[in-house]
């Protein structure tokens, strides 16, 4: 059974840091690039940030460029999302997406259930 758990959500006031942690196990295939989404009830699912496998392509949503850094260790089967300058507007449930691929396709073949991120102004 695949599982991908996430971790490290709280509340903090804008301006302090968070860093998310998303473990995956079960995951039998070599290879897969991970991504982070967040999602705010009512409104669409955002895509945030993913990286590869080899962590040789990384790319950011340009709402968090500069601030959000994505990283992996493959051993520990773990992926981080460190989030620093946070503004109310990344209030969010952060969701960690297994993708099908070792390059980032945005084809989601596993999600977690989320971590909630609340920022207070």
């Known amino acids: 059974e695949v599982q991908v758990v996430e971790s490290g959500g709280g509340l903090v006031q804008a301006g302090e840091s968070l860093r998310l942690s998303c473990t995956t196990s079960g995951v039998t295939k070599g290879a897969y690039a991970v991504a982070w989404f967040r999602q705010v009830p009512g409104k669409e699912r955002e895509w945030v940030s993913c990286i590869s496998w080899s962590s040789s392509s990384i790319s950011y949503a340009d709402s968090v460029k500069g601030r959000f850094t994505i990283s992996r260790d493959n051993g520990k089967k773990t992926i981080y999302l460190q989030m620093d300058r946070l503004i109310p507007e990344d209030t969010a449930m952060y969701l960690c997406?297994?993708?099908?691929?070792?390059?980032?396709?945005?084809?989601?073949?596993?999600w977690g259930r989320g971590t909630q991120v609340t920022v207070s102004s």
């Open positions: 997406a297994v993708e099908m691929y070792g390059a980032c396709s945005g084809k989601v073949e596993y």
